[in-house]
């Protein structure tokens, strides 16, 4: 099993909304930092999103900054990211990831994070 758990996708229209959700298996991530990264068919993956454990780092890429929303309950240790305003260009399959150490210049870098998750496809209808 995947030590981490998407889920949450879906098909919506354009301007609809989601919440994936990305939880731990098998073990705990306290003091990683965590992201979410998306890949479209026939393209690499991209940096999405990501967050510090301790929430004092927040990034987006700039395709998504104002629609999406990465947050936590660290009571039960599962992250989220919170979609708005869905576009067909954000169409893809959306992985959380696992890292222990994130600072500004590498939170946003697939080669810094450990674990993965399998993905959760998001698929945005025009």
């Known amino acids: 099993q995947a030590p981490l758990v998407e889920s949450g996708g879906g098909l919506v229209q354009a301007g609809g909304s989601l919440r994936l959700s990305c939880a731990a298996s098998g073990r705990t991530y306290g003091s990683y930092s965590m992201g979410w990264f998306r890949q479209a068919p026939g393209k690499e993956r991209e940096f999405v999103s990501a967050?510090?454990?301790?929430?004092?780092?927040?990034t987006y890429a700039d395709s998504v900054k104002g629609r999406f929303t990465i947050s936590k309950n660290a009571a039960t240790a599962v992250f989220y990211l919170q979609m708005e305003g869905l576009k067909p260009e954000d169409t893809g399959v959306y992985y959380c990831?696992?890292?222990?150490?994130?600072?500004?210049?590498?939170?946003?870098?697939?080669?810094?994070?450990?674990?993965w998750g399998q993905g959760t496809q998001v698929t945005v209808s025009s």
């Open positions: 990831a696992a890292a222990l150490v994130g600072t500004k210049d590498t939170i946003d870098l697939a080669a810094t994070y450990t674990y």
């Open positions: 967050m510090t454990w301790s929430g004092g780092l927040t």
